[in-house]
Nanobody, 126 residues
Framework: QVHLVESGGGLVQPGGSLRLSCAASGFTLDRYAMGWFRQAPGKEREGVSCISSSDGSTYYKDSVKGRFTISRDNAKNTVYLQMNSLKPEETAVYYC???????????????????WGQGTQVTVSS
């Protein structure tokens, strides 16, 4: 069975950091573009960042550029999202997802992503 399991969420003060992990089982990540999404209470899900399978190119939502870093360790079948200088408005459930579409690059549009994790809660509060 295919599973994506996120971890690393929690409570952090404004300006703090967290590193989210997304571990895959049942398939190998190296052929998939990977994305991180988040959904705050009462808001629609939004794409935060993605990393391609082919050349490791990345994309970031404008508001997180310079603060978030996505990376992948294919040997560990895991993708990470390092989040620095977190803001209260970034409180949300964060999800990772896998896109097996055989195209270059990656997208933070949700529709191509066929596999999703269950999410991990990130709360930014003092």
């Amino acid at each position: 069975q295919v599973h994506l399991v996120e971890s690393g969420g929690g409570l952090v003060q404004p300006g703090g950091s967290l590193r989210l992990s997304c571990a895959a089982s049942g398939f190998t990540l190296d052929r998939y573009a990977m994305g991180w999404f988040r959904q705050a209470p009462g808001k629609e899900r939004e794409g935060v960042s993605c990393i391609s399978s082919s050349d490791g190119s990345t994309y970031y939502k404008d508001s997180v550029k310079g603060r978030f870093t996505i990376s992948r360790d294919n040997a560990k079948n895991t993708v990470y999202l390092q989040m620095n200088s977190l803001k209260p408005e970034e409180t949300a459930v964060y999800y990772c997802a896998a896109d097996g579409t055989p195209v270059p690059g990656c997208t933070v549009v949700a529709s191509p992503y066929g596999y999703w994790g269950q999410g991990t809660q990130v709360t930014v509060s003092s």
